[in-house]
T-cell receptor, first 111, second 115 residues
């Protein structure tokens, strides 16, 4: 099955700085890569996703890049704000429905 | 729509007791997922339903776990008998698209503690 590794497990950044989270996946057939944000005690929510026919996607302060050759994808958050503090999960999908999630990155934005 | 609704939000029970978790997906969504979240194992897919039919239950840990979806607006996840290692947050999620080609909408989760 698909194996997704996510790094780092924790990330502390100064407000206004950028945060980068990286994920690698094992199955070259994976074709869908969403990112979910989970605030403390809350539900995971989709923040951005990318499909294998696109190399980069941006939505305001967040962007995702995909390198299919290297089998890795990254989340970039610019101009971080306190409300960006949360756990971020990457995921990869090979099938119509089965998402394999990374272990999560706890991001703390210091004021 | 109020989103995916789960109940109970918190459940504390003793080992050996039966636990039933409930989920109401978003109206019109045809895919439903049960996930389990723990610190050690992260988010794990337990079972996936499409149009009320179980498609993949390979993530169900063992026979103590069972899930049903009698209609498009209701699903249950049952653990009988429960064990301390079942303690986790159980999320139900629904999606409009076939499988996960679209966004997963998660419920608030049911935090289960088995003593």
């Amino acid at each position: 099955g698909e194996n997704v590794e996510q790094h780092p497990s924790t990330l502390s950044v100064q407000e206004g700085d950028s945060a980068v989270i990286k994920c690698t996946y094992s199955d070259s057939a994976s074709n869908y890569f969403p990112w979910y944000k989970q605030e403390l005690g809350k539900r995971p929510q989709l923040i951005i996703d990318i499909r294998s026919n696109v190399g980069e996607k941006k939505d305001q302060r967040i962007a995702v890049t995909l390198n299919k050759t290297a089998k890795h994808f990254s989340l970039h958050i610019t101009e971080t704000q306190p409300e960006d503090s949360a756990v971020y999960f990457c995921a990869a999908s090979i099938s119509d429905y089965k998402l394999s999630f990374g272990a999560g990155t706890t991001v703390t934005v210091r004021a | 729509d109020a989103g995916v609704i789960q109940s109970p939000r918190h459940e504390v029970t003793e080992m050996g007791q039966e636990v039933t978790l409930r989920c109401k997906p978003i109206s019109g969504h045809n895919s439903l997922f049960w996930y389990r979240q723990t610190m050690m194992r992260g988010l794990e897919l337990l079972i996936y339903f499409n149009n009320n039919v179980p498609i993949d239950d390979s993530g169900m840990p063992e026979d103590r776990f069972s899930a049903k979806m009698p209609n498009a607006s209701f699903s249950t996840l049952k653990i009988q008998p429960s064990e301390p290692r079942d303690s986790a947050v159980y999320f139900c999620a629904s999606s409009l698209a076939v499988g996960n080609t679209g966004e997963l909408f998660f419920g608030e989760g049911s935090r289960l503690t088995v003593l």
